[in-house]
């Protein structure tokens, strides 16, 4: 665990030796360039309320795309809580699609979405909420994206409203948000939405940027985290950065 790096000389090891210390020294000099901690929830929601542009917050700790599970409601919850109306945030939950699609569009139920896989991504968001639609969670992405994947199944999938103002899009299979058709095919318009949620961290951007001027990369707790403190520890060596922070470190001999 930890950084290294690897220089490969052709028949001579100074060179390489030099290179990995001109290397070292320079991640070590400019590592807090390399934390990616990203801006606290109630930070990203008090620059909101002073944006006016479209803005996609980048859910870092509940990466579809890099694993995790897809259900984290840290940031919906802060968006019921805020009353952030025009807000759109899709989650995996399939017992909640079932529940809207029993109810039947048009029809309001009060749901618990969100937060069922594990206690690490947060609580499921109570609220009673409108049934605007159910979809078959098909949809095709024909422009160059991430992977080039272009045909997507995120299962069956209902959208609904809260009393807010904000739609939640629940799937029954997890999604990453590599396309804007997933919005299309479910009768939204991404630009109808003054804030998207977006659970990834580089990825949404090719799709994304086409509708928002504004990118946030939120230190959100999850399986994905980019902040490390997020996690606990029981073999890591000491001291590692950025866990300790009052220590020296110095080039090792190579010999």
């Known amino acids: 665990m930890g950084s290294s790096l690897l220089a490969i ?3 001579h090891s100074k060179p390489a030796v030099k290179t990995l210390q001109e290397l070292s020294e320079f991640l070590w000099k400019n590592r807090s360039r390399f934390d990616g901690n990203g801006v606290g929830v109630g930070e990203a929601i008090k620059e909101l309320k002073n944006e006016s542009s479209r803005t996609c917050l980048l859910d870092m700790g509940d990466n579809v795309g890099g694993g995790s599970s897809g259900d984290g409601t ?25 529940l809207a699609a029993s109810a039947g569009t048009g029809r309001k139920v009060f749901m618990e979405m969100g937060g069922k896989t594990d206690e690490k991504h947060g609580k499921p968001v109570s609220a009673e909420v409108t049934v605007v639609g159910i979809h078959s969670g098909l ?10 994947f272009s045909k997507f199944d995120q299962g069956k999938t209902a959208v609904v409203e809260t009393v807010e103002g904000i739609t939640l899009m629940l ?29 990834g961290v580089n990825a949404p951007i090719a799709a994304y940027r086409e509708v928002s001027s504004r990118f946030i990369r939120v230190d959100t707790p999850g399986t994905t985290a980019s902040n490390l403190n997020h996690f606990e520890y029981r073999s890591r060596r000491r001291p590692m950065h950025p866990f300790e922070t009052d220590f020296e470190w110095t080039f090792p001999e190579i010999t």
Request: proline share 6%; aromatic share 10%.
């Open 74 to 98: 840290m940031l919906a919850q802060a968006l019921i809580d805020n009353q952030m109306d025009r807000s759109f945030v899709c989650l995996y939950d399939p017992q909640a699609v079932e």
């Open 9 to 11: 000389s052709d028949g």
């Open 171 to 199: 799937t029954t299979k997890r999604m990453a948000p590599f396309s804007l058709h997933q919005f299309y095919t479910c009768g939204l318009d991404p630009e109808h939405f003054k804030i998207l949620v977006a659970k």
């Open 139 to 148: 949809f095709e992405e024909v422009q160059p994206r991430h992977g080039g």
